[in-house]
């Protein structure tokens, strides 16, 4: 089904017409969608030329929000009428074409439905059909209909806002997830490159710091605690070296460079392993989110807090096609994602029961 939020105002009260009123002799819309000006016969686009723009915005300046007239005085109405039926003189000249007005979101002037009804027609059950009603009659049929489609007319204006306000706050939600990601990557990086130069400060009876570029030549360069381990050991190693009096030791990177082969390109292997890693970053941050929310960590809140949403079973199989990936991954990184470790039955699984079938 398609949501009213995702109609043009005016064509969705023209679908809203042609259910009240199935058997009307056409219905001609005009309005201006887009910067773009548009007139339509029963729903058909019509060519526009360039002279015909002063017609259409001589008709959408009208003031007034409803009348009554003959159809052959309505421009572009002989159109679809003449091809219908050859009237009668004294049919040409009864007011059976309702003109509706409504104010355009576009430009503030007016959108316009032009409705020819079959003279027998019977409004809101009456038993009088259309060519027998006096002027005031009229008058109150014009209202109540202008009432009733104006209704719907406004309220699809405010739910296509609403819609574009979701929209942006899905943007915005999402550009700030990117930088929460980023932010949370480059937090778990140097917690891990801390742990590692806890590790070797005790083993070595030294203080060991890492300069800003050190921490972007390994994490390019390094795709595990082991790795990382490894590289600042070997950076030490080298700062020690140099200076062999020394207990405290900044390690740049020159250090890095020198003890690092940077010859060898990153495999698809490393690549995928990686994605992995950003995966669950991105689990573990819409966890984080839940939980902060008051939610209980569980996949159906894990998978409402990404960005965009997902489903529950989408992180189930996420974790699944992944499987051989993660499950090299977490003891490798022993000390992150704690939240869905503990929380998501499908990590549980990896770590616990490899063989299981996993459902979130």
Known sequence: MRFRATYYPLEYIENKLNVLFPNLETVIAISKNEQKLSVSIDKTPLPLKETDSMTVQKWRNRPGT????????????????????????????????????FISPVDQMKDLLAICF????????????????????????????????????????????????????????????????????????????????????????????????????????????????????????????????????????????????????????????????????????????????GFIVNGKNVARFMSPEISPPAITDALKKNKAKIEKMMPMFPNEWQLIRKSLKPLREIEEFPTQRMVV
């Open 66 to 101: 409803y009348s009554w007239m003959c159809p052959q005085d309505f421009p572009w109405s002989d159109l679809q009428i003449q091809s219908n039926k050859q009237l009668e003189l004294a049919d040409e000249n009864r007011n059976r074409m309702l003109l509706l007005y």
């Open 118 to 293: 079959p003279q027998n027609t019977k409004f809101f059950g009456l038993q009088k059909e259309l060519q027998d009603f006096t002027t005031d009659e009229k008058m109150i049929v014009g209202e109540m209909l202008h009432q009733l489609l104006s209704s719907e007319y406004y309220q699809t204006i405010q739910e296509t806002e609403n819609l574009k306000l979701l929209q942006r706050f899905q943007e915005k939600k999402i550009q700030k997830s990117v930088l929460n990601s980023n932010e949370h990557y480059e937090q778990f990086f140097q917690a891990t490159c801390q742990r590692a130069m806890r590790k070797l400060e005790a083993e070595n009876n030294v203080h060991l710091e890492l300069d800003t570029e050190s921490f972007g030549f390994l994490a390019q360069h390094s795709r595990s605690e082991k790795d990382i381990l490894q590289a600042i050991s070997k950076a030490m190693e080298l700062a020690m070296l140099i200076q062999p009096t020394g207990n405290r030791f900044l390690l740049e990177m020159l250090h890095f460079e020198s003890v690092i082969d940077v010859s060898n390109p990153i495999s698809d292997s490393q690549n995928k392993d990686q994605k992995v890693i950003d995966l669950l970053n991105r689990y573990e941050e819409a966890a984080f989110l839940a939980q902060k929310s």
